[in-house]
């Protein structure tokens, strides 16, 4: 089982770039559904520590939990040296503003209102 779990996932170096789904508890409906980061190190367990635009992941990812890009987006010294968790850095790239979204509850018609300045 092992042998076969190598070989669909071969080991990935120190300072490639790589994609970690963002599971659907931790995100909202318009954020991203994965994250982009970069391998900074591997434990001797085939643990891989991963580092992002917003700092260090502080859970350590096996090779069957990230993909590889077949590009460097990112660099190891772009990657701050704060650790932070996934949850955080799904909130922090996101457009919104995490999980839900802000709702105007007014009672205009903002379309209306500026159509009737001019």
């Known amino acids: 089982m092992l042998k076969s779990s190598e070989k669909k996932f071969a080991p990935v170096p120190i300072g490639t770039s790589v994609r970690i789904a ?19 190190a591997k434990t001797d367990d085939e643990l891989y520590q991963i580092g992002t635009k917003n700092g260090i992941l502080k859970q350590l990812y096996s090779r069957s939990q990230i993909n590889v890009c077949p590009r460097a987006l990112l660099d190891a010294e772009d990657v701050p040296s704060t650790e932070i968790a996934l949850r955080s850095v799904a909130n922090l790239q996101s457009t919104g503003t995490g999980q839900g979204f802000k709702k105007c509850h007014c009672k205009k018609k903002l379309y209306y209102s500026k159509m009737s300045v001019l």
């Open 22 to 40: 963002v599971p659907e508890v931790d995100r909202g409906r318009g954020d991203a559904q994965n994250i982009i980061g970069v391998v900074l």
